[in-house]
């Protein structure tokens, strides 16, 4: 019925519900969610929002060693995880601190990694969130494993897995891919494409005709989405999740979205792009867009926006106060979580580097 | 007493099909492991008895074995996979230091990760280039890795079920060129290796101290020394980590003086760790400098040539000459 291009091939167009001016439009496969959802993504994006920024600033303050911002990437973000149920896992990148939040994790325990304290803060079982990845697409092959017990065990649970565009050069994203493919694992591999790798831009990346036709030599759908409209992606990515769920195997979505901002503080984006580069993408920005939708469908009263004002308040204020204390953390650790029993080596070492402190504070 | 005579292959088999009887969480995948059976037919007849679910071929690629294996064991299973060949399994030398040795560290003890990752290894066996690597030092440097080697019948079975059910990753290195030694085992008895370093042969003269395949060459070169009125002890070191520093250096303080045999090359080796932590505490027992029989510092040969590169009795028993025995 189907030929292979119509079942692999992407949209010619990314997919796009909301354009940059709020304006809804007709897609012949994704309809517009409804208002409820829409609210909900409204006052998780204006968190995500608040979110970022704060924990920007708390790097100019010395709280966090480092923030890779996802600012105006919250679409991609929000709807990485609200088209998730309870029992399915997430396998975020070190941009998707908001991705985590969105979760449900305490935003302290997610910044862990970026404070400093510890690698990962948080129990990767507790929401099904795994520990956030700095080694590029190195997450991919654990998240089809975790689909393939979940498989082999009779559970319907899907994995997002969420990759850069840098990280589609990466080998372990094409072995993922055809891992997945070949097993049938349900994974929706979520590549957010910010059109940089730090200062690397697509075109230097990839010859591909979109990131979502990588799919095609695997033998795994691509669809493609704007990464600036939520009402798009939650369209799209919701369906990926459905498919993986119905047994359809893996799927692949690109999002379209810009880094607006440099790859963290520690980056000078000036080095390798223009600012006329960077002005149109701020005027596509992902809460503007659906603000205006939900204000012209008269949805957005005053309650629904104070709501999402009290949630990024409420973050930001976490964010603050929980940071704000330098974090007690405890050398002895450090030797702790290595195997499940302890080694003599270890405990000499452990036992060396207590008789050192113990010299440095008599 | 059920002694039956077989091969460390097929002990390896056996370990792994009682494992996998044990314990339905146990699944074995890998390239050439399902109907083949393995290159080295370690996993013949598993998926014929447990099923294409529990034994499995994957695609050919190394990272996404060993990174689908670290999901799977994230998500309540007990995998084992195999690397065909030791210099084959470099592609997944990332998942192994960036994510199997680190998880439960980097989640402070909240995901363990119970997955053994079988690597035949080692020359001897007459393979063309990229067959025949001693990669064990690769991993023994990387914090939070468990690494252990069979040089026995007995013991491949034993650290092969102790290593499955494990709670942290095993690096489980295969010495290929004993695969096809016999011996008589008794399955039934299994004594826990992992940790533990094992006296081979005792001896008052010196110490010769090795693992995997260079074991039986310096159990050979005991005996030849024993027929020259020389008595050499053997240690068969087999977990490499966790190091049994106890036991190693108990055998050195009891003749002083030690040989290390390894087939890998000696440079920043496991060799050359043993010889330093040996030095650093048994010094004041030493009657001569540690001596080393090893690989040179050079790619490994081709077949017509790799004699010259495996530790030979003649070369444990110069080592041994060396010791300094002039001066006691």
């Known amino acids: 019925m189907n030929s292979v291009e119509e079942r692999l091939l992407p949209s010619a167009e990314p997919v796009r519900l909301l354009d940059q001016n709020g304006v809804p439009h007709d897609h012949p496969s994704y309809r517009l969610p409804d208002r409820e959802t829409l609210l909900d993504g409204y006052a998780q994006l204006i968190r995500g929002r608040r979110f970022n920024d704060q924990a920007s600033a708390l790097v100019r303050q010395g709280r966090l060693a480092v923030y890779p911002s996802s600012h105006g990437q919250e679409a991609c973000q929000i709807a990485a995880t609200m088209v998730l149920r309870e029992g399915d896992w997430l396998f975020p990148t070190y941009r998707d601190s908001v991705s985590i939040v969105s979760r449900g994790v305490d935003p302290i325990d997610t910044l862990t990694l970026l404070r400093g304290d510890w690698h990962s803060g948080y129990d990767p079982y507790d929401r099904k969130v795994a520990p956030q990845s700095t080694p590029l697409a190195t997450q991919l092959p654990h998240a089809v494993g975790v689909a393939h017990a979940a498989r082999l065990k009779g559970e319907d649970t899907v994995v997002m897995a969420l990759v850069g565009d840098g990280g589609t050069s990466e080998g372990d994203f094409h072995e993922a891919l055809n891992f997945a493919a070949v097993f049938h694992a349900p994974v929706v591999f979520f590549i957010q494409n910010n059109e940089y790798a730090i200062s690397v831009p697509l075109a230097k990346q990839s010859a591909a005709p979109s990131l979502a036709h990588k799919g095609i030599g695997y033998g795994v759908p691509g669809e493609r989405a704007d990464g600036n409209d939520l009402a798009g992606l939650l369209a799209v990515l919701g369906q990926a999740v459905a498919k993986a769920r119905a047994g359809e195997g893996p799927q692949l979505v690109e999002a379209h979205t810009y880094r607006v901002q440099a790859h963290t503080n520690a980056d000078d984006a000036t080095r390798y792009r223009q600012d006329d580069e960077v002005t149109p993408w701020l005027d596509r920005d992902p809460i503007k867009r659906l603000e205006t939708y939900l204000n012209h469908q008269g949805w957005l009263d005053d309650d629904v926006k104070q709501r999402a004002d009290a949630g990024a308040v409420q973050v930001a204020e976490r964010l603050r106060e929980g940071l704000m204390p330098e974090p007690e953390v405890d050398p002895a650790e450090l030797f702790a979580h290595l195997y499940a029993g302890e080694t003599q080596q270890l405990r000499e070492q452990a036992a060396f580097l207590r008789d050192e402190l113990a010299r440095e504070e008599a | ?328």
């Not at chain 2, 390896?12 to 050439?32: C, H, S, Y």
Request: with cysteine; proline share 6%; net charge negative.
């Open chain 2, 1 to 328: 007493m059920t002694h039956v005579k077989i091969s460390m292959a097929q002990a390896l088999n056996q370990a792994l099909r009682d494992a996998m009887k044990a314990d339905d969480t146990v699944m074995m995948f890998g390239e050439d492991v399902g109907a083949l059976g393995g290159v080295f037919r370690i996993t013949d007849g598993l998926t014929a008895e447990f099923g294409e679910n529990r034994c499995f071929d994957t695609p050919l690629a190394e990272s996404g074995i060993v990174g689908m294996a670290v999901g799977m064991a994230m998500n309540g299973l007990r995998p084992v996979v195999e690397m065909q060949f030791d210099a084959f399994g470099y592609p997944a030398f990332e998942q192994v230091v960036s994510h199997v040795a680190k998880m439960r560290n980097r989640t402070r003890g909240r995901v363990e990760l119970p997955m053994v990752i079988r690597i035949p290894y080692g020359g001897g066996i007459g393979g063309v280039e990229h067959h025949s690597d001693s990669s064990e030092s690769y991993f023994a440097h990387t914090p939070g890795l468990t690494v252990v080697t069979p040089a026995t019948v007995a013991d491949a079975y034993a650290l092969l079920r102790q290593a499955i059910e494990y709670p942290d990753p095993v690096v489980f290195m295969e010495p290929k060129k004993l695969y096809w030694a016999k011996e008589e085992v008794d399955l039934t008895e299994v004594q826990p290796g992992i940790g533990t370093a094992v006296v081979r042969r005792e001896g008052a003269d010196a110490t010769l101290i090795a693992y995997g395949p260079s074991v039986p060459v310096a159990l050979e070169a005991a005996e030849a020394a024993a027929a020259e009125g020389r008595q050499l002890a053997v240690v068969d070191v087999r977990s490499l980590v966790p190091f049994d520093d106890e036991t190693v250096c108990a055998a050195v303080r009891r003749t002083g003086r030690a040989v290390v045999v390894a087939e890998a090359s000696g440079f920043a080796s496991v060799s050359s760790e043993i010889v330093a932590r040996v030095t650093e505490k048994c010094f004041h027992s030493l009657a001569a400098p540690i001596r080393r029989v090893t690989g040179f510092d050079i790619p490994f040969p081709p077949p017509k040539l790799e004699k010259h590169q495996l530790p030979s009795v003649d070369r444990i028993l110069d080592a041994v000459d060396d010791l300094q025995w002039e001066d006691s």
